[in-house]
């Protein structure tokens, strides 16, 4: 037998012994194993919160346990490696989610503040998607190739060297369909009282 099959039986073997371990063992000796550590790990991510931290290694040995169960030992190949996984991923979840809250508070602490520009900027906001979705929509009715051009100058931000690379149109065509585009898209949205 060679060196390549020896080393792949052995593989096989040790997942099948990792099988063997999780449905044969009570799941508390992997819990055992890995708590501390994990515990350990999530804490220098989100802070040492004892109950958050819990709460994450909770869950992750959790989503193992559901894993085995309904995928099978073949879809954990390292207990170890996938357990950190997850940790790792829902502690990057709650960092999130406390920034998304940290910046909630913000916003309603400078309300309080300023007295109503919450409610202003909100206001102003949605004038401006209005505005934006006209003129989308009167985009589409303007030639194809200006259309193009002002898409890849205004969307995707592209030099007009870009985009004539990309329309195969020399740097002036591609100057003078994105001149003649913008001001008839101006004269449409001015037609839709959306500048005056």
């Known amino acids: 037998m ?3 099959e020896i080393e792949q039986e052995t593989a096989g073997i040790a997942v099948v012994d990792q099988c063997d371990k999780l449905t044969r063992s009570n799941f508390a000796d992997i819990l055992d194993e890995y708590e ?26 959790i989503r193992l346990h559901k894993a085995l169960k309904e995928e099978g030992c073949e879809s954990v190949k390292s207990i170890k490696s996938w357990l950190y996984r997850v940790a790792h991923n829902l ?22 503040k300023s007295g109503g520009s919450l409610e202003r900027d909100m206001l102003e906001g949605m004038v401006r998607r209005e ?20 898409l890849l100058k205004t969307i ?4 007009l060297r870009e985009i004539g690379d990309i329309m195969n149109l020399s740097i002036g065509k591609v ?7 913008l001001k008839a898209l101006a004269e449409r949205l001015k037609e839709e009282g959306v500048f005056e």
Request: some cysteine; aromatic content about 4%; overall charge negative.
């Open 156 to 159: 995707q931000d592209l030099t």
């Open 175 to 181: 100057s003078y369909r994105l001149n003649t585009g």
């Open 36 to 61: 501390s550590p994990l515990l350990c790990y999530v804490g220098k991510m989100v802070g040492y919160n004892s109950a958050e931290s819990e709460d994450i290694v909770q869950e992750s040995f």
């Open 91 to 112: 502690s990057i979840d709650l960092i999130r989610k406390r920034k998304r809250q940290r910046k909630h508070a913000e916003i309603i602490q400078n309300e309080e």
């Open 131 to 150: 505005a934006g979705q006209k003129a989308l929509h009167e985009l589409k009715a303007l030639h194809p190739e200006e259309q193009q051009v002002i």
């Open 2 to 4: 060679e060196s390549s």
